[in-house]
């Protein structure tokens, strides 16, 4: 009964069907890192893959990512979820970071964000809308 009510509500909600490919749940080695807030930038965004993801709470999942090295800088612009009765899809955009006046990392920059989720996590499969 419970799953149905769930259904319900996010068809009444949703406009697309959840697409992607499952990925890992994130392991100890991603927790304690600081989490990206999403800028909502809309200018020159380009996707990202997700490297694992974790519920964190009822309706609240954590996901690990890589930000893309150097030379430029970039940050978290936005982040979108399609949500069904059985699944969860996540894209991350990302954008350059206009005059940062610095150098940027080289390498991928592990980071985290955090979304909360219009029902709760439950079974359902966690996907990386950007695969």
Same mark, same amino acid.
């Given at each position: 009964?419970?799953?149905?009510?769930?259904?319900?509500?996010?068809?009444?909600?949703?406009?697309?069907?959840?697409?992607?490919?499952?990925?890992?749940?994130?392991?100890?080695?991603?927790?304690?890192?600081?989490?990206?807030?999403?800028?909502?930038?809309?200018?020159?965004?380009?996707?990202?893959?997700?490297?694992?993801?974790?519920?964190?709470?009822?309706?609240?999942?954590?996901?690990? +990512?890589?930000?893309?090295?150097?030379? &430029?800088?970039?940050?978290?612009? $936005?982040? %979108?979820? #399609?949500? /069904?009765?059985?699944? !969860?899809?996540?894209? +991350?955009?990302?954008?350059?970071?206009? &005059?940062?006046?610095?150098?940027? $990392?080289? %390498?991928? #920059?592990? /980071?985290?964000?955090? !979304?909360?989720?219009?029902?709760?996590?439950?079974?359902?499969?966690?996907?990386?809308?950007?695969?």
């Amino acid at each position: 009964m419970h799953r149905a009510a769930i259904a319900a509500l996010l068809v009444l909600t949703a406009c697309a069907m959840p697409t992607g490919f499952a990925v890992e749940e994130c392991n100890t080695s991603w927790r304690g890192i600081n989490a990206l807030i999403a800028t909502g930038k809309t200018a020159d965004q380009q996707m990202i893959p997700i490297a694992c993801m974790r519920p964190v709470d009822e309706k609240r999942i954590s996901i690990g +990512l890589e930000m893309p090295p150097g030379p &430029d800088c970039y940050e978290l612009a $936005s982040v %979108e979820l #399609v949500e /069904s009765a059985d699944s !969860v899809e996540v894209t +991350l955009f990302v954008s350059v970071i206009d &005059d940062i006046g610095g150098s940027c $990392s080289p %390498e991928p #920059v592990r /980071s985290v964000t955090e !979304v909360d989720l219009q029902a709760p996590v439950g079974d359902r499969t966690l996907l990386d809308g950007s695969r």
